[in-house]
């Protein structure tokens, strides 16, 4: 098949999906909605890509794939880190993009519906005005989108304590991988009439449906005071340390995050942090209990910090003094960008497990001869090792290459999880092939082939579809 | 095919799959094991009852029946109220009960390993032990297993504030319909590697898939501080509006329940409770924040019950004094059985239609002459009306399931959902038929067909399979 003629065949045909002026055909625009975030993951050339408007729009170019034999890939604001909106053959992308329509704020029942192209931060606002708070906070969440935060399952910071996106997912309205458009979940508190089809797609990466509309459970705004503390420590190990007791002792952070030394050079060679001596880690917690207990809180992890050797230890509840402390972990990934090409590693271990997993990630470092740096979600024991890898230097990508997956292995051998938060997409496939089991991987097929006998939507994606 | 002769050759197959004595075939046992506490729901009489012991024992027997078409029923401890664990036609019961070990208990990570029969409530004791806290908490929790709660993901009165079982369920050993044994899910705090299975299998009742071990998320025990505030209210309408209140008002309770008049009359005629004059609902109002914090909003609840015409208002923080003002909520369940065999109603809406469901659950009661009390989780708008049924009167009866069906069509008018907690089994399957889309029953089936392709399983539970 010719694809220049078919791209354009395909141009004429999606203008009886949509309205004219939402299908792109031209270069610029197929290479731009090419590929996500994700370094490294393979992606072709869509033959078009279609901005969406409506879940009726979405319906229509899925049915009339579907019909002619040519694959789907949906695709929220591209700012993922596994390949999951990466192109494939035969692929028309569908940009949920232009669908930011809130469409209700529900204060009655601590809910609001929005389409799937709603940026996390919007909504987050949205809500706030009305006194709500939707807690999902993705490092992306100022450019990524809630149908793509859905599709992912996408975690944070604030996971450690408030949980993943999908713990705040009732329902979805989804366009299935024959065009028909579904309902899933519910609007009440609680509800288990049938399976738990929404929590099927949450994190299933598009490949069983496309997320067009979701519904999220809110809390409320008030009842929270944010304080944070923050600890520099002479050895990832004591850092550790300060995590585990911090978990044992009962205290639930909101946030407690974890900051190498590489990352802390780089923000400090950028910006001028003025660190102290000896410095090999640096740890940020958040509470955000209110008065008094939030206070006996904030003081029980700065004692932690103290006992497990952590120094310059600061605590703050004034939010710009929050925001001053909490400035090298909002600057680790630009600053590390200065210093070349940023490969994310997304991995989860048991808490326990942080202090070692982060050895050998310094060890494989070592031994392949790559700049890693470490931000960790400390608290959650998921690590974000971030390999650098300096533009045209094919001998030092391909140890990188090396280190990524070692970082792999040593996360399973320590009985972790290969993605913590980011997805399998494409780049996860192998880890997640050799940590799920035969049976489990046939129960993925299963389904797969259950829901979406053509393979229509995102083949390939989100686990091992080969023997 | 003759029964009689089936069930010995059965015991004498199931032998070699289960050590002797494990094997029940006799007149007692198999009438005993029949069906769980569903009123109304239908069943037959299993051909044999299988003991298992241990996770494979469960995999030989499913895979005997497998491989010979008989269907296999699974049952902890027969506390559900929707038919789940009633046996069909040709059909091996397989309970869990004698699975009641605890395999770890994990300070570090906070969480537990523990086989499918493990009673709620010996998981709870065992982790406080070690200074964790295992949330859900159905009314059955000290006679209800963990295996039935994960797979009907039971509620409970905690759940307004802290989730249902499926919210604590990290990972499940389940054994396919095929006999096959796999690990679903994870250990770590996070993860996404694939498809959320283990939501799948959480509520499927059964279905797709034996539950013999759960491994689920602990909360620390400490940090929290129990403080009861309970009202007496005028009317339900005054009771429903406070309800709505305190939702509004950015508190989010530990529990909020409701106790209609019939209930309080019923508890008073039994064990004397001194009701105030006039009183025609209770709300009971857990908050569980420590100090001063958690005073101020006890306080608050206080005054907002006053505002709505709350009378007799009572605070307590002493554990004693806090299961005195809760006796009612204990006690509602057994006083009313005491009149009658009670038909237990689950339906949840929206949380603002619990004043305009009560009513016309009231109004149903009235139409078909029936008595119907309320016991609500009315901070999440779950409401369980009990329906009371006197033996022998088959014309009550009739009324009685008229008003059953008017209250599950009610609540879908409103925009509720026929189960809020206890699952479709059997007795929903009407309810579910009228509530799920045509194209979300299909996939129901799709995944059923897909993973259970002879229908072994619990086959005709949890969603409408006939079109």
Same mark, same amino acid.
């Given at each position: !098949?010719?694809?220049?003629?078919?791209?354009?065949?395909?141009?004429?045909?999606?203008?009886?999906?949509?309205?004219?002026?939402?299908?792109?055909?031209?270069?610029?625009?197929?290479?731009?909605? =090419?590929?996500?975030?994700?370094?490294?993951?393979?992606?072709?050339?869509?033959?078009?890509? @279609?901005?969406?408007?409506?879940?009726?729009?979405?319906?229509?170019?899925?049915?009339?794939? =579907?019909?002619?034999?040519?694959? %789907?890939?949906?695709? *929220?604001?591209?700012?993922?880190?596994?390949?999951?909106?990466?192109?494939?053959?035969?692929?028309?992308?569908?940009?949920?993009?232009? !669908?930011?329509?809130?469409?209700?704020?529900?204060?009655?029942?601590?809910?609001?519906?929005?389409?799937?192209?709603?940026?996390?931060?919007?909504?987050?606002?949205?809500?706030?005005?009305?006194?709500?708070?939707?807690?999902?906070?993705?490092?992306?969440?100022?450019?990524?989108?809630?149908?793509?935060?859905?599709?992912?399952?996408?975690?944070?910071?604030?996971?450690?304590?408030?949980?993943?996106?999908?713990?705040?997912?009732?329902?979805?309205?989804?366009?299935?991988?024959?065009?028909?458009?579904?309902?899933?979940?519910?609007?009440?508190?609680?509800?288990?009439?049938?399976?738990?089809?929404?929590?099927?797609?949450?994190?299933?990466?598009?490949?069983?449906?496309?997320?067009?509309?979701?519904?999220?459970?809110?809390?409320? !705004?008030?009842?929270?005071?944010?304080?944070? @503390?923050?600890?520099?420590?002479? =050895?990832?190990?004591?850092?550790?340390?300060?995590?585990?007791?911090?978990?044992?002792?009962?205290?639930?952070?909101?946030?407690?995050?974890?900051?190498?030394? !590489?990352?802390?050079?780089?923000?400090?060679?950028?910006? *001028?942090?003025?660190?102290?001596?000896?410095?090999?880690?640096?740890?940020?917690?958040? %509470?955000?209990?209110?008065?008094?207990?939030?206070?006996?809180?904030?003081?029980?992890?700065?004692?932690?910090?103290?006992?497990?050797?952590?120094?310059?230890?600061?605590?703050?509840?004034?939010?710009?003094?929050?925001?001053?402390l909490f400035l090298a972990r909002r600057m680790a990934y630009p600053a590390l960008e200065r210093l070349g090409p940023v490969l994310t590693e997304d991995v989860c271990v048991p808490r326990s497990a942080v202090p070692e997993m982060l050895s050998r990630i310094q060890s494989s470092a070592a031994k392949n001869q790559v700049v890693i740096a470490n931000?960790?979600?400390?608290?959650?024991?998921?690590?974000?090792?971030?390999?650098?890898?300096?533009?045209?230097?094919?001998?030092?990508?391909?140890?990188?290459?090396?280190?990524?997956?070692?970082? @792999?292995?040593?996360?399973?051998?320590?009985?972790?999880?290969?993605?913590?938060?980011?997805? %399998?997409?494409?780049?996860?496939?192998p880890g997640a092939a050799a940590e799920l089991e035969q049976g489990v991987i046939n129960l993925h097929r299963s389904i797969k082939k259950a829901l979406d006998p053509r393979g229509t939507l995102n083949p390939g994606k989100a686990f091992p579809h080969q023997p």
């Amino acid at each position: !098949m010719n694809s220049t003629v078919t791209a354009k065949d395909l141009v004429g045909e999606l203008a009886g999906c949509v309205p004219q002026g939402q299908v792109l055909s031209d270069t610029d625009s197929v290479r731009k909605y =090419s590929h996500d975030d994700a370094e490294w993951a393979p992606f072709t050339t869509p033959l078009a890509v @279609v901005l969406a408007q409506t879940t009726a729009e979405v319906a229509a170019v899925v049915s009339y794939a =579907s019909s002619h034999g040519l694959r %789907v890939v949906p695709r *929220g604001a591209g700012t993922g880190l596994s390949g999951g909106a990466n192109s494939v053959t035969n692929c028309i992308v569908v940009s949920l993009e232009l !669908m930011t329509r809130i469409l209700e704020i529900n204060t009655d029942e601590s809910l609001a519906v929005a389409e799937a192209g709603v940026i996390n931060d919007d909504l987050r606002e949205a809500v706030a005005a009305k006194g709500l708070w939707y807690p999902p906070d993705p490092a992306s969440y100022k450019i990524s989108t809630l149908g793509g935060n859905a599709a992912t399952n996408a975690g944070g910071i604030c996971c450690v304590k408030y949980g993943v996106t999908g713990d705040y997912v009732l329902g979805l309205t989804v366009v299935l991988p024959d065009g028909e458009i579904v309902h899933l979940g519910r609007r009440t508190a609680k509800g288990v009439t049938g399976y738990d089809l929404t929590s099927l797609l949450v994190g299933s990466e598009g490949t069983l449906g496309i997320i067009t509309e979701v519904t999220v459970k809110l809390l409320p !705004m008030s009842g929270r005071e944010d304080r944070a @503390v923050i600890g520099f420590f002479p =050895s990832l190990q004591s850092a550790g340390q300060a995590v585990a007791t911090v978990a044992a002792s009962g205290i639930v952070p909101a946030a407690l995050e974890l900051i190498d030394s !590489m990352c802390l050079r780089a923000v400090d060679e950028w910006l *001028g942090l003025e660190l102290p001596q000896d410095v090999h880690a640096l740890l940020l917690a958040k %509470v955000d209990e209110p008065g008094t207990t939030g206070a006996e809180l904030a003081n029980r992890v700065a004692t932690i910090f103290s006992d497990s050797g952590g120094t310059n230890i600061e605590q703050a509840t004034d939010p710009k003094e929050i925001d001053r402390l909490f400035l090298a972990r909002r600057m680790a990934y630009p600053a590390l960008e200065r210093l070349g090409p940023v490969l994310t590693e997304d991995v989860c271990v048991p808490r326990s497990a942080v202090p070692e997993m982060l050895s050998r990630i310094q060890s494989s470092a070592a031994k392949n001869q790559v700049v890693i740096a470490n931000i960790a979600h400390a608290g959650d024991g998921n690590l974000h090792p971030l390999i650098i890898a300096p533009v045209g230097d094919v001998a030092a990508v391909a140890r990188a290459k090396t280190a990524f997956d070692e970082i @792999v292995d040593a996360c399973r051998e320590l009985g972790g999880t290969v993605t913590g938060e980011h997805g %399998v997409g494409l780049l996860k496939l192998p880890g997640a092939a050799a940590e799920l089991e035969q049976g489990v991987i046939n129960l993925h097929r299963s389904i797969k082939k259950a829901l979406d006998p053509r393979g229509t939507l995102n083949p390939g994606k989100a686990f091992p579809h080969q023997p």
